[in-house]
């Protein structure tokens, strides 16, 4: 076997990117810090389609509400990392012989390949009766509602904060309509400000009212995840 006489062989190296013709440096220094970032490196080689699957599979690690037998629903599923996640765990595939088989519907607004184990809807969550629409498609209660919905950054932080918050209150109010007593909501945030309300009003439907930055989430994004267990029907 040849020798590694580089010296490189024993330890990771951090990737430069050089700033084409063309590209933005806050485009490089993107580049650059997904090329060198480890939760990157590992979803590639675990067959994960993006580093947003390592914060669902933690906080499921954290609250376990992805058990065999559960009916999810993900909204804002693309690119299908948190589908990955879930389909093993509540056993939607029927692989875990004596455990009860569960259920994933995935929403997006943009089309997602194929998750086996899972049915995807390509729809605009915000548009009128899309929440009648997925409560067809699931066919009864939901024992989780997730969402990493997110709109486009508008590059305004208090805009972009706005934004999701929106998303967030429309989840929780599906959430409200579908859950069975003692379900869950999981749903991605920006911390600014605006989301007491949303915290307040998961408090009057919830027993648990959690928020978490899972290690996942990188430590300089004012991403967090609020987790609502024991939904009171």
């Keep these: 076997m040849a020798k ?5 062989g024993q330890r990771d190296l951090t ?7 063309g590209r933005k440096m806050s485009s490089t220094l993107w580049l650059q810090r997904q090329l060198n970032d480890p939760y990157v490196r ?5 067959g994960y389609r993006g ?10 690690d954290k609250f376990r509400f992805l058990v065999p037998g559960a009916r999810v629903v993900d909204l804002g599923c693309a690119p299908g990392g948190w589908l990955q996640v879930a389909v093993p765990r509540i056993n939607a595939l029927g692989e875990k012989s004596g455990k009860a088989v569960g259920r994933i519907i995935g929403v997006d607004l943009q089309e997602v390949e194929p998750v086996a184990g899972a049915e995807i809807h390509q729809l605009d969550f915000l548009e009128d009766d899309a929440d009648v629409k997925v409560k067809d498609w699931l066919g009864g209660q939901a024992d989780v509602v997730m969402s990493d919905m997110a709109a486009a950054a508008s590059g305004h932080k208090q805009t972009d ?9 429309a ?19 920006l911390a600014g400000g605006a989301e007491s309300q949303l915290q307040t009003l998961l408090k009057q439907r919830f027993d648990k009212v959690a928020n978490v930055k899972p290690p996942a989430s990188r430590a300089d994004s004012s991403e967090k995840f609020v987790v609502a267990t024991g939904f009171r029907g």
């Design 15 to 21: 990737v430069k990117v050089k700033t084409a013709r």
């Design 42 to 46: 590992r979803a590639k080689a675990e």
């Design 51 to 60: 580093r947003a699957a390592y914060k669902i599979l933690e906080l499921d």
């Design 171 to 189: 989840a929780a109010h599906f959430a409200f309509d579908v859950l069975a007593p003692r379900g869950t909501f999981v749903a991605k945030v």
């Design 4 to 8: 590694n006489t580089s010296g490189r």
């Design 161 to 169: 904060h706005l934004r999701i918050v929106t998303l967030c209150e």
